[in-house]
């Protein structure tokens, strides 16, 4: 079992910066792949990055790549998403998900948010001016 919960969102200009957080609670947490997901409205839930915790081997898509850096903070239980030179097209909501990586059919599907079976309940990114 495993539970989520995000925080960090809210309202940041163009250009500014922002750090979301996933808290993990559960045992044997090395066993987990942790991805992140964004929904914008009329959009359908978008893969922006993952990060075995055991491993802490991570990667990104293409329109967050060099602005985006995940990473594990194993004293608080959190992933961390920290997000800078943030555009209005980022704005979404924000969500964590995870499974456990002995699930069959997780290697190579970590894009796909059919493959994580616990869900945060997500926090908002505004990009405004």
């Known amino acids: 079992q495993l539970h989520l919960a995000e925080s960090g969102g809210g309202l940041v200009q163009p250009g500014g910066s922002l750090r979301v957080s996933c808290l993990t609670t559960?045992?044997?947490?090395?066993?987990?792949?942790i991805g992140w997901f964004r929904q914008a409205p009329g959009k359908e839930r978008e893969w922006i990055s993952y990060?075995?915790?055991?491993?802490?081997?991570?990667d990104y898509a293409e329109p967050v790549k060099g602005r985006f850096t995940i990473s594990r903070d194993s004293a608080k239980n959190t992933v961390n998403l920290q997000m800078n030179s943030l555009k209005p097209e980022d704005t979404a909501i924000y969500y964590c998900?995870?499974?456990?990586?002995?699930?069959?059919?997780?290697?190579?599907?970590?894009?796909?948010?059919?493959?994580?079976?616990?869900w945060g309940q997500g926090t908002q990114v505004t990009v405004s001016s």
């Open positions: 990060i075995y915790l055991g491993s802490g081997v991570s």
């Open positions: 559960g045992r044997a947490l090395d066993y987990y792949l």
């Open positions: 998900a995870g499974v456990h990586i002995f699930n069959a059919r997780v290697r190579g599907y970590e894009q796909v948010p059919g493959t994580y079976t616990y």
